[in-house]
């Protein structure tokens, strides 16, 4: 009995043993673990610039770039008190912020993540007019007013019938 004992003992080891050497050597050449990143937190607050009151629910889209390589875009609702905030982002990444509302123009922002993070204030304005360098056929400097956007009317194909 004592002697089925061991050999059931030798087994098992022998068997823990074979299952070690692989993990052994796949730990030897695989990848090696590399901590997380360090991050910081950045708050954008958004409030309309007429009354400085926040605004709810506006879009804040996070565009960060590290080394010269893309790390995407997330984007952020506003809460009640019209902030965002993300703590995910890594220091030293160049970010870009844009905020986007429905009724405004399209606020932007961009910088350099510090090590203690980053607070923003964000004013949304309406929009206003669109001044272009080209000139017109008056000679004056083009301009679209806010809210309208030019329409092409297209023109009526040629009518390929022809009364006989």
């Known amino acids: 009995m004592l002697a089925m004992r061991f050999r059931i003992l030798s087994l098992s080891a022998g ?3 074979a299952a070690a050497v692989p993990a052994l050597h796949a730990q030897e050449h ?3 673990w590399q901590p997380p990143p360090p991050t910081a937190s950045v708050v954008v607050n958004v409030v309309r610039a007429f009354d400085g009151k926040p605004y709810e629910n506006a ?3 996070f565009h960060a770039v590290r080394n010269g390589k ?3 875009n997330l984007e952020v609702k506003t809460d009640p008190d019209g902030n ?3 703590d995910v982002l890594e220091v030293g990444s160049h970010v870009l912020v844009q905020v986007i509302a ?3 123009a399209t606020a932007a922002t ?3 993540l510090p090590a203690d993070g980053k607070h923003l204030s964000i004013k949304l304005r309406r929009p206003q007019a669109q001044v272009s360098a080209f000139e017109d056929n008056d000679g004056k400097l083009s ?6 956007q030019e329409r092409v009317i297209p023109k009526s194909p040629p009518s390929s019938t022809q009364p006989q």
């Open 15 to 17: 068997v823990l043993a």
């Open 30 to 32: 695989g990848r090696k």
């Open 59 to 61: 879009g804040v889209v």
């Open 70 to 72: 893309d790390d995407g």
């Open 84 to 86: 965002a905030r993300i």
């Open 102 to 104: 429905t009724g405004y």
């Open 110 to 112: 961009e910088f350099d």
């Open 143 to 148: 301009q679209t007013q806010p809210g309208t």
